[in-house]
């Protein structure tokens, strides 16, 4: 962590100033040495800047990574609820789907699982700043002299690393069950789980900065996050809804990442990956933006 | 010099005015008592002389910076031990201190002898590697004071540092302390409402009731104006018998649940 980035960025200035000197003829050379020296000075502190930046970003990030591996009763109960849905639905309406002509389920069901587990992981790692400001912790992080830009999106990356991590051992989970994706989608569905994580860690901060206790948090599990599951073609297909739904559907970020992975892994999109990105990139950066607006304006 | 310089500080939360248009300051080196009944405007006052509230009317002047305005600056310039706990329980000591170092700044090659060093002057070496969950009450206090220190700040903030811990370690904080007030010239700015504390350990002290800062000076100087024998004494005798309608942590709750809620 010691050469973050700025052994690169140096580099880059040398071989810039380099360049310019050589452009140059000799006499003019020498007066024009001390701007380049300033430039260098310039450079270099930015350079300084950016590590500084990178290297708070990065033990925000650890920091979340360590709670996590920490905290093993968190890591089972969050993927517990996606294995009782794979186990119970998978096998439970599996003939079915396959008696409607549907194929296998399992192959249908694996991606909408994966999606649930990071959506719950990334919600509750945004979500985890209710605890901090409990627990005191968050106090410690404002009077730190960072830009609370710098501590949110640090936060938000680490929270979304995790639920990566957690989308990947479901992913290995729904393998033993008798899923069998494309692995050739694999680095495909591997940016679209990145990006859900992104966005519902960014929601995740956005509502714990509005939001005072612990007691509101069921009400956003039962009243938001269950909603957006269920109605996001995660179960089941999306053709054949009644038209409300399938309104409420096309409005529901998370159907786009379902039905981004779900291409990315057996082949079959509905919307097509190009406004699955799309959408998806475009919510998370506004939740981003607004996360951050809310985290700016947080006071102890 | 005056490391803290606060012009007619005012705080108001909807109707409510927290503090009221005080203006007080600190010399540099000193140790500094911030005292008052629960509920008459201490830690609000903390709160803004820290960056972490918005003032509603005058200035802040921290080691010659402007809170409002060069509030990283101010930052880096002291060092708090907030009322509650503040350190990651899911953490080790070490990496408390670690992440504290990181986040103002610190290379590497600089912070792993500090934070040997302060780890060692607090007696929190050996348990370096300990998840912090396990501490006690006092071992955590300990830790967040040498956080506090890590970055070499101006001005210690402590807010109740003492509140809730037994004589022994109590004893030993202010050891710590003074220590480091006479060695390095530290300035203290410190709340208690323990008044042998304050008596024993302030240089100066101001007394801060309903929002208003209503005396100034050295224990001696209280004792004497007020013709009592012992500070707190001179304490009941400036702010009254009666017991307050919010205790703190009542009065707390009731703040936060304004401020979140907005």
């Given at each position: 962590m ?5 052994g690169?960025?140096?580099r880059?200035?040398?071989k ?13 050379l020498e007066?024009?040495?001390s701007?380049?020296l300033?430039?260098?000075?310039k450079i270099l502190?930015?350079?300084?800047l950016?590590k500084?930046?990178m290297?708070t970003?990065?033990i ?8 996590y591996t ?12 996606p294995?009782l849905?794979l ?7 599996g003939?079915?789907?396959?008696k ?6 399992m ?14 992981t990334?919600?509750f790692s ?16 404002l ?12 936060r938000?990356?680490g929270g979304?690393t995790?639920?990566?991590?957690q ?9 033993l069950?008798?899923?069998?994706p494309?692995?050739s ?6 940016i679209?789980m990145?990006?859900l994580s992104?966005?519902?860690?960014a ?5 714990a900065?509005k939001?005072?206790?612990?007691q ?6 039962n ?10 073609g ?7 809804l009644p038209?409300?739904?399938t309104t409420?559907v ?14 990315a ?10 406004l ?10 506004i939740?981003?933006?607004i996360g951050?607006?809310?985290f700016?304006?947080i006071?102890? | ?6 012009k ?8 409510l005015?927290?503090?009221?248009d005080?203006?007080?300051s600190?010399k540099?080196g000193?140790?500094f008592a ?6 008459a405007g201490?830690?609000?006052s903390i709160?803004?002389?820290t ?8 200035t802040?002047?921290?080691n010659?910076?402007?809170?409002v305005?060069?509030?990283?600056e101010?930052?880096k310039?002291f060092?708090i ?10 953490l080790t000591?070490?990496?408390?201190m ?5 986040l103002y700044?610190?290379?590497?090659s600089?912070?792993k002898?500090?934070i040997?060093?302060?780890?060692k002057l607090?007696?929190l070496w050996?348990r370096?590697?300990?998840?912090t ?7 955590k206090r300990?830790l ?12 210690l903030?402590?807010d109740?540092p003492?509140?809730?811990l ?9 050891t ?6 006479k060695k390095e010239g530290?300035?203290?700015f410190?709340t208690?409402?323990y008044?042998e504390e ?8 101001a007394v ?8 100034t000076g050295?224990?001696a100087e ?7 024998a012992t500070l707190?004494d ?10 307050r309608?919010?205790?703190a942590g009542a009065g ?9 809620g907005?």
């Amino acid at each position: 962590m010691d050469d973050f980035g700025e052994g690169k960025v140096v580099r880059f200035a040398c071989k810039s100033i380099f360049w310019r000197l050589r452009k140059r003829d000799g006499a003019r050379l020498e007066e024009n040495r001390s701007s380049d020296l300033s430039v260098l000075q310039k450079i270099l502190l930015q350079a300084n800047l950016t590590k500084n930046f990178m290297k708070t970003i990065y033990i925000l990030w650890l920091r979340q990574l360590k709670r996590y591996t920490r905290s093993k009763q968190r890591m089972f109960a969050s993927l517990a609820q996606p294995i009782l849905f794979l186990l119970a639905f998978g096998f439970g309406f599996g003939s079915v789907f396959a008696k409607a002509g549907e194929g296998n389920y399992m192959q249908f069901l694996a991606s909408g699982i994966i999606c649930m587990a990071i959506m719950f992981t990334a919600v509750f790692s945004g979500i985890e700043i209710i605890w901090d400001k409990q627990f005191g912790f968050l106090k410690e992080t404002l009077v730190a002299p960072v830009s609370r830009f710098n501590i949110m999106l640090g936060r938000t990356l680490g929270g979304a690393t995790v639920a990566v991590i957690q989308g990947i051992i479901v992913l290995l989970i729904t393998l033993l069950v008798g899923f069998r994706p494309m692995w050739s989608g694999f680095f495909l569905a591997f940016i679209f789980m990145f990006l859900l994580s992104l966005f519902f860690t960014a929601f995740g901060t956005m509502l714990a900065s509005k939001l005072d206790d612990m007691q509101s948090f069921p009400l956003i599990i039962n009243f938001l996050v269950m909603p957006l599951f269920f109605l996001s073609g995660a179960l089941f297909p999306l053709t054949g809804l009644p038209g409300v739904f399938t309104t409420i559907v096309r409005f529901n970020p998370l159907s786009y990442a379902v039905d981004g992975i779900r291409g990315a892994l057996t082949g079959t999109t509905s919307f097509g990956f190009g406004l699955d990105a799309l959408v998806l990139t475009a919510v998370t950066l506004i939740c981003l933006w607004i996360g951050a607006e809310f985290f700016k304006r947080i006071q102890a | 010099m005056n490391i803290i310089d606060v012009k007619n500080l005012t705080k108001k939360f909807g109707d409510l005015v927290a503090v009221d248009d005080i203006s007080f300051s600190v010399k540099e080196g000193e140790i500094f008592a911030f005292l008052g009944p629960n509920g008459a405007g201490k830690s609000t006052s903390i709160k803004m002389l820290t960056t972490l509230l918005d003032l509603t009317h005058g200035t802040v002047r921290l080691n010659n910076f402007d809170v409002v305005h060069q509030p990283n600056e101010t930052r880096k310039s002291f060092g708090i031990v907030f009322q509650d706990p503040s350190i990651d329980t899911e953490l080790t000591a070490y990496e408390n201190m670690e992440f504290h170092a990181v986040l103002y700044g610190q290379q590497k090659s600089l912070y792993k002898p500090r934070i040997e060093e302060l780890l060692k002057l607090v007696d929190l070496w050996d348990r370096r590697d300990s998840l912090t969950k396990d501490f006690s009450g006092g071992m955590k206090r300990r830790l967040e004071i040498a956080r506090g220190l890590l970055h070499h700040p101006r001005v210690l903030f402590l807010d109740e540092p003492t509140l809730g811990l037994d004589p022994q370690t109590r004893n030993h904080i202010w050891t710590y302390i003074q220590n480091l007030n006479k060695k390095e010239g530290l300035t203290v700015f410190f709340t208690t409402h323990y008044m042998e504390e304050a008596d024993k350990n302030a240089d100066r002290v101001a007394v801060i009731d309903n929002g208003k800062i209503i005396a100034t000076g050295t224990p001696a100087e209280l004792k004497i104006n007020t013709k009592t024998a012992t500070l707190e004494d001179a304490f009941l005798a400036l702010t009254g018998k009666e017991i307050r309608e919010e205790s703190a942590g009542a009065g707390n709750s009731k703040l936060h649940g304004r401020l979140w809620g907005r």
